[in-house]
């Protein structure tokens, strides 16, 4: 079992900048990839980056390359996503989850309960 509790959401600007945290718990964490997803209102929950446990490679999707960054910290039990030069689309509930299998779809193992990201025009 894998416990995840995110944080650092909020409201900002567009162009602004915020940096989610992704704390886990109760299982090896390096074992896990660990991504974000993001899901808008009225909208299905979307994939938005992904990191290797092993080998820091990264992927994201589309919409955020060149934006946001996904980072881990194995020692620290914790995956980032900085997000810059935000846009009001980016406004979404941010979730993080932990799988031992490598994908982009919302099927993940464990997710954390989100963390409200609002961006204003």
């Known amino acids: 079992q894998v416990q995840l509790v995110e944080s650092g959401g909020g409201l900002v600007p567009a162009g602004g900048s915020l940096t989610l945290s992704c704390a886990a718990s109760?299982?090896?964490?390096?074992?896990?990839?660990m991504a974000w997803f993001r899901r808008a209102p009225g909208k299905e929950r979307e994939f938005v980056a992904v990191?290797?446990?092993?080998?820091?490679?990264?992927d994201y999707a589309d919409s955020v390359k060149g934006r946001f960054t996904i980072s881990r910290d194995n020692a620290k039990s914790t995956v980032y996503l900085q997000m810059n030069n935000l846009k009001p689309e980016d406004t979404a509930r941010y979730y993080c989850?932990?799988?031992?299998?490598?994908?982009?779809?919302?099927?993940?193992?464990?997710w954390g309960q989100g963390t409200q990201v609002t961006v204003s025009s």
């Open positions: 989850a932990a799988d031992r299998i490598l994908t982009t779809s919302p099927i993940y193992d464990y």
């Open positions: 990191i290797n446990p092993s080998t820091d490679t990264t």
């Open positions: 109760g299982s090896t964490f390096s074992w896990y990839f």
